[in-house]
């Protein structure tokens, strides 16, 4: 959490009393005494206590190790192991993941999808204005040869050649 809305939550929340690390960023030390602590089975409101966040900070950090731990291929088995969640937690976490990671590919190329049709239109549109303008110049160069024509016409009848 970067600072402005740390300081903003901290503002608008002045009665709940923070831990004092709420909204820093982990270290790779913090989240490694982290997995130790869960290895010695101790109580997680204890190691919040401890690292100075909330029971959510914590779990939310476990959650998030365990997905690291999945995409580095470990097993669910171990990774059962090293963050004591469940295999039904960790395939929901999982799950999750990859569910909002595909719809943010999904919005991204429907938003890339609206940007180019947007430009295209206006390529378009910049095109057809193109077109206008080179219509009516050459509306006005057959009006000028049409006249020119016509003048000579004149000139040939006073000519009496036609």
């Given at each position: 959490?970067?600072s ?5 939550f ?8 923070l831990?004092?690390?709420f909204?820093s960023?982990?270290t790779?030390n913090?989240e ?5 602590e869960i290895?010695?089975n ?5 190691i919040a206590e401890?690292?100075?966040r ?7 950090r ?9 995409i580095?291929?470990f097993?669910?088995d171990?990774?059962?192991?090293l963050?004591g969640?469940?295999?039904e937690?960790?395939?929901e976490i999982?799950?999750?993941r990859e569910?909002?990671?595909q ?7 429907n938003s890339q999808k ?12 910049i095109k057809q204005h ?5 219509i009516?110049?050459?509306k006005?160069q ?10 000579l ?7 009496e050649?036609?």
């Amino acid at each position: 959490m970067d600072s402005r809305t740390l300081r903003f939550f901290r503002n608008a929340n002045p009665d709940i009393d923070l831990p004092s690390s709420f909204g820093s960023k982990w270290t790779d030390n913090e989240e490694k005494q982290l997995l130790d602590e869960i290895a010695q089975n101790i109580d997680t409101q204890i190691i919040a206590e401890k690292h100075g966040r909330t029971l959510g900070g914590i779990n939310s950090r476990i959650r998030e190790i365990a997905y690291k731990m999945h995409i580095s291929n470990f097993t669910v088995d171990k990774i059962t192991e090293l963050t004591g969640l469940t295999k039904e937690q960790i395939n929901e976490i999982v799950e999750r993941r990859e569910r909002y990671k595909q719809e943010k590919k999904e919005r991204n190329l429907n938003s890339q999808k609206n940007t180019n049709t947007i430009a295209t239109e206006h390529i378009l549109h910049i095109k057809q204005h193109n077109y206008d303008d080179d219509i009516n110049k050459i509306k006005k160069q057959l009006n000028t040869i049409e006249s020119k024509i016509d003048r000579l016409f004149d000139l040939l009848k006073t000519l009496e050649v036609v």
